[in-house]
């Protein structure tokens, strides 16, 4: 990635650790914080108003299909991260963040393991 580039982010859950990182990306000037994604909707604008982002969703790939983010960042459940890390990879994005742990079974992890390989993430 060219140090000179501004990168494109969505950023999914809008939890408190989700408006933290969103926040962070919308304060650092070589990103721009491109769409928020929840799934309560009534969350969603409350955090839409506050971070100033007017690109939101309550869909995940819809978003991400729509920005092409070159970061998908998602805090989320564990349960779901297997799903989301395909998302971020097939939204094109170039790296994925999300919180640990990474995955809840090695069986997880291996697939996990596979995609972002498979993918060059």
């Not at 501004?6 to 408190?16: A, E, S």
């Not at 990306?25 to 769409?35: Q, T």
């Amino acid at each position: 990635m060219s140090t000179n580039k501004v990168y494109k982010v969505v950023v999914v859950g809008m939890g408190k650790r989700g408006k933290h990182h969103a926040l962070a990306f919308k304060n650092n000037p070589r990103f721009e914080l491109a769409g928020i994604c929840t799934r309560d909707a009534t969350k969603l604008a409350k955090a839409a108003a506050e971070l100033g982002v007017s690109s939101t969703s309550t869909d995940p790939l819809a978003i991400s299909r729509e920005i092409r983010p070159d970061v998908f960042c998602f805090c989320t459940p564990p349960q779901v991260r297997v799903d989301l890390l395909k998302v971020g990879i097939h939204s094109g994005a170039q790296l994925i963040a999300y919180e640990k742990p990474v995955a809840l079974s090695m069986n997880d992890a291996i697939e996990i393991r596979k995609a972002v390989q498979a993918a060059g993430v």
